[in-house]
């Protein structure tokens, strides 16, 4: 009786043992996608112009007020060059030297001799929709997650693709692997 027991408890050990562990909740599915979020950011970008820029008074009136804005809040530095007043004319036109600040460096992307491209839209991983999982097999499954829009300060020169919303919906896919579990294995 006693080798029986202890051979069904060793048995019992055995097929758990070598069972599929690939088991998937939605909040660990949730969790997964958050700490992947952390290390690969989802953004938009834009490409800025930098260095000596001419503004004209009436055409370039919203582009000069976005950088002064900027400038205002520490992001870039902006230098008078030149400045033609024209009299009695509404069309006079300046040239500053605009350089980014220590400030501006975590929204930078990528920054050549006379641009810049810039994150001017972020996305943040919205905690109050819970993330929907669709499990396809043993080793696979798809996360679909809301990301909110999260605005910073160079969202000023953002061209809303996505109009109507502030929010965007993103599926990652999981996959298995026995030794470190499940991962996101991209979108």
Known sequence: ??????????????????????????????DLVADYLKSNP?????KINLGEIKF???SDKEELTKFKELSNNGYVEMQLQ???KKFL???SSYVYMITLTDKSKPYVLKQEQNKATVKVMEYVLD?????????????TAKVTIMLKKQQNAF????????TGSNFITKTYKLKYNKKEGWAVGGE
């Open 1 to 30: 009786m006693k080798i029986h027991i202890s051979l069904s408890l060793i048995l019992l050990i055995f097929i758990t043992g070598c069972g599929n562990n690939a088991a998937l909740e939605q909040s660990t599915a949730a």
């Open 42 to 46: 989802v953004y938009e970008s834009e």
């Open 56 to 58: 004209k008074t009436g």
């Open 82 to 84: 030149k400045q033609k």
């Open 89 to 91: 004319s509404k069309d």
């Open 127 to 139: 905690n109050d929709k819970p993330a929907t999982l669709d499990k396809a097999g043993n080793k």
């Open 155 to 162: 969202t000023i020169f953002y061209k809303d693709k996505n």
